[in-house]
């Protein structure tokens, strides 16, 4: 799949899931829940137990998944997180050695960035998304302040992202969303709770107007 047509997925998708997880072991099984509910597009973040073990499985297991990498940072990661078959890179900050990799390589990638200043360095460096991090606290209306503006950055909230607020997201003119723990967590897995998985998945896909 081109850099191109990834960054047309996730626009299209709209959502996507942003999986940070230590009980990997069944990732098989997150993965079927997730695409039962209509997100077919997942990043693994690195600082998940064997990430680069579980993003190689995911890819090979799932070929209609879109796999991408998070808490990517530095040359190594980002290339380590290619070979293993992630086709996006996600940073919690504007990493130019992570963008020069995506860059070389054709990998869509999203720098993550907070004050307005940032947000315009990353999207001049290369980014291709713009990852807006930390949110906690700040909300929609942090981004349709940034907006104002910086129109013509795709933004993409990643934390404070739930099934209840999604349609705020996108009022407020996030390109795209990233939902982590309030979709899938470790307490979903240790419980086997899968169906719930696929419960919220499908609240989100509906509320962000994206096909199933």
């Known amino acids: 799949m081109t850099k191109a047509a990834v960054i047309q997925r996730i626009l299209d998708e709209k959502v996507f899931a942003v999986l940070r997880l230590q009980r990997t072991d069944a990732i098989e099984r997150v993965v079927e829940a997730l695409v039962e509910g209509g997100i077919t597009t997942i990043e693994i973040t690195l600082n998940s137990r064997d990430a680069l073990e579980v993003i190689h499985r995911i890819s090979k297991q799932f070929p209609k998944c879109l796999v991408g990498a998070g808490t990517v940072i530095g040359i190594e990661a980002a ?12 940073s919690p900050v504007t990493d130019l050695d992570m963008l020069a990799v995506a860059q070389q390589v054709g990998v869509a990638s999203m720098a993550g960035a907070l004050t307005p200043t940032e ?15 930390p949110l ?21 909230p990643t934390n404070g992202v739930t099934p209840e607020n999604v349609a705020e997201w996108f009022a407020a003119g996030a390109a795209a969303v990233g939902v982590g723990t ?12 899968y169906k719930v998985i696929t419960a919220r998945a499908r609240m989100i896909v509906a509320a962000a107007g994206a096909r199933v």
């Open 79 to 90: 290339t380590q997180a290619i070979e293993s078959g992630a086709k996006f890179l996600v």
């Open 182 to 193: 309030p979709l899938v967590s470790d307490r979903d897995i240790e419980a086997g709770d």
């Open 119 to 133: 947000a315009w360095q990353a999207s001049q460096a290369g980014s291709d998304f713009v990852k807006l991090f």
């Open 136 to 156: 906690a606290g700040l909300g929609p209306q942090y981004l349709r302040a940034m907006r104002g503006p910086l129109q013509d950055i795709r933004f993409v």
